[in-house]
């Protein structure tokens, strides 16, 4: 039986919100070095980009769910939508690295209220009995935005403009805004309750101080100094809100959800694996233009090819999951996964395209798994009540390893070139950064060695317990 069209439209305009957050996030990773080139700055620089947008996303999330219920989740949403817009704006116009850096955290805040707020706009308007067909719209841009992104940002900058990749989400978000404005009810809570200011002040502080110092590290935009005092006194703000949050009811971010043994594995487990494959869109088309010489069209379809092998994976996982369990699944994947991100540092001038494309098509099957395997764990053993404060804790902690991923990443490439001495980036500048990240997912090993065996049991075997 087919979804009324009320219940069609709303799921299909927070989907096509989120496909265009999506595409955005992807195409930028392509254009690095003919964007850094056109600011006049070194491409590893550029990393600062993609930091600033997953501070903006991290940041914001905890704080969502309050302000929607607060303000109406419509408004929300299409205002949502609207800062989305005015980032890409500014970064469409941008002249300099910290004008392009102050746009994509802009367009940070525009994303992390878009897909939470979506997520609430359906759960609230879409009727129970249609509600998994609803939800299932939402995998679409997941799914689709890594394989359309790089090769569309790749064509863009190799025969256009840069530039144009910021202008496309303008009539995309005016369109969502005005369909939202016509399909979309305003429902807001009467008592939504206190916000946890100082908690909010102190964590979203913390991190953003601790990412934007590590990013500055070795670059030319401030002193060595300077960046270390703002890690200093984002590590001191991380700190304070541990103590903080331990003495309050109702903290932001409810960090004693970590006690339970399977979403401390999901969460911190999942953590040092998502810093790992969080550097790869960022190092591997940098790889492929800087070091092998490619265009950024040829990087991008190449890119996209790790889209293919997640897409490949998924209908596979829940049967993996059930045949050996989420233990042995994180572990064994987590090697897997940590070697094929080493192996895309041995590509050399005159590798074939085609062997490459095939290595990065691999290199999507694991980490999909482990995804999968990582966002299904982390519910195991959360109660009902916190799942909804298991989801801001998870979700923002997620977000900064994947922006610590591009950090770490560009802080060892940055190294490495300096050590070698070479007046430009060339191939071997590579292969110690993908060995150090891919030690990231190796490294989740242990932490998901801690989890008991059958850990998950009842929902990687629907309720069959171990076998």
């Known amino acids: 039986m087919p979804l009324a069209l009320g219940t069609f439209i709303v799921p299909l305009i927070v989907a096509c ?17 003919a964007l850094a080139h056109d600011l006049g700055h070194d491409p590893i620089t550029l990393k600062l980009a993609i930091t ?39 970064s469409a116009v941008s002249t300099s690295l910290g004008m392009f850096v102050v746009a994509r955290f802009v367009q940070g805040i525009g994303g992390a209220m878009m897909v939470p707020v979506g997520r609430i706009i359906i759960f609230r308007s879409v009727p129970k009995s ?96 300077a960046s270390t005092l703002m890690c200093v006194a984002g590590v001191l703000l991380l700190l304070a809100y541990w103590f903080y949050a331990q003495r309050v009811e109702l903290p932001v971010l409810d960090l004693r959800l970590l006690r339970i043994p399977s979403f401390h594995a999901s969460v911190v487990g999942g953590s040092l694996f998502r810093i790992g494959l969080g550097a790869v869109p960022f190092l591997l088309p940098l790889a492929l233009q800087e070091g092998l010489g490619m265009t950024a069209f040829a990087a991008g379809a190449i890119t996209c090819a790790s889209a293919f092998g997640s897409i490949f994976m998924k209908p596979f996982a829940s049967g993996v999951l059930a045949r050996f369990g989420f233990r042995q699944v994180l572990m064994i994947n987590a090697a897997i996964s940590g070697l094929v991100i080493a192996v895309y540092g041995v ?69 490495s070139h300096d050590l070698q001495g070479h007046a430009a980036i060339v191939w071997t500048d590579f292969w110690p950064a993908f060995l150090f990240v891919g030690l990231f997912s190796v490294a989740s090993i242990p932490v998901t060695a801690r989890l008991p065996h059958g850990s998950g049991d009842e929902i990687a075997r629907g309720g069959r317990g171990s076998t």
Do not use: K
């Open 17 to 33: 919100a989120m496909f265009m957050e999506n595409v955005d996030a992807t195409v930028l990773v392509t254009s690095l070095p």
């Open 52 to 90: 600033a947008y997953v501070i903006g996303l991290g940041v914001f999330i905890p704080i969502c769910g309050w302000v929607a219920d607060r303000f109406g989740s419509r408004t929300v949403f299409r205002t949502a939508i609207g800062i989305f817009i005015v980032g890409s704006l500014i």
């Open 130 to 225: 249609d509600f998994i067909r609803a939800v299932n719209y939402l995998t679409v841009p997941a799914l689709l935005g890594p394989v359309v992104g790089p090769p569309l940002g790749g064509f863009i900058t190799t025969y256009l403009h840069w530039r144009l990749i910021f202008v496309i989400n303008v009539p995309i978000g005016i369109f969502g805004i005005w369909l939202a404005n016509r399909h979309i009810a305003n429902v807001r809570e009467a008592h939504p309750g206190r916000l946890d200011w100082a908690g909010f002040v102190l964590s979203a502080g913390g991190a953003s101080l601790f990412m934007l110092g590590l990013s500055l590290v070795g670059g030319e935009l401030v002193s060595g100094t």
């Open 347 to 415: 590509f050399v001038p005159g590798t074939p395209h085609w062997l490459i494309w095939c290595v990065v098509l691999v290199g999507g099957v694991f980490p999909s798994l482990q995804f999968t395997s990582l966002n299904s764990l982390a519910y195991a053993d959360i109660p009902s009540r916190d799942v909804g404060r298991a989801t801001s804790v998870a979700s923002v902690i997620q977000q900064i390893s994947l922006g610590l991923g591009v950090t770490l990443a560009g802080l060892v490439l940055q190294i």
